[in-house]
């Protein structure tokens, strides 16, 4: 099993930033993409940026040139710096990946960490 571990949310004003990490623990034997969501309350899931094992990256029309992903592959550490909030960046931030592990290859999620952008 994988256990992703999401850090780095809070509150922040508008126009400030934040830093979220995700830590990947755990058995295993190769990664291969990589993401962060996020739920506002009352809307679905989205997809925020995703980042591939070869270094691809993509990220919702919504947050381009505001956020950046990142990973530390040594580390096992997913990163997403997240600058000029907006208040509808308030969201559950959630990372996941889709990972080898003995036996398999599937996708684990992350409990999320809450962003609050008020002032």
């Known amino acids: 099993q994988v256990q992703l571990v999401e850090s780095g949310g809070g509150l922040v004003q508008p126009g400030g930033s934040l830093r979220l990490s995700c830590a990947a623990s755990?058995?295993?034997?190769?990664?291969?993409?990589m993401g962060w969501y996020r739920q506002a309350p009352g809307k679905q899931r989205e997809l925020v940026a995703n980042i591939t094992s070869v270094g691809i990256i993509m990220y919702a029309d919504s947050v381009k040139g505001r956020f950046t992903i990142s990973r530390d592959i040594a580390e096992n550490i997913l990163y997403l710096q997240m600058n000029s909030l907006k208040p509808e960046d308030t969201a559950v931030y959630s990372c996941?990946?889709?990972?080898?592990?003995?036996?398999?290859?599937?996708?684990?999620w992350g409990q999320g960490t809450q962003v609050t952008v008020s002032s």
């Open positions: 996941n990946g889709f990972f080898e592990v003995p036996g398999s290859k599937r996708v684990f």
């Open positions: 755990g058995t295993i034997w190769g990664i291969y993409d």
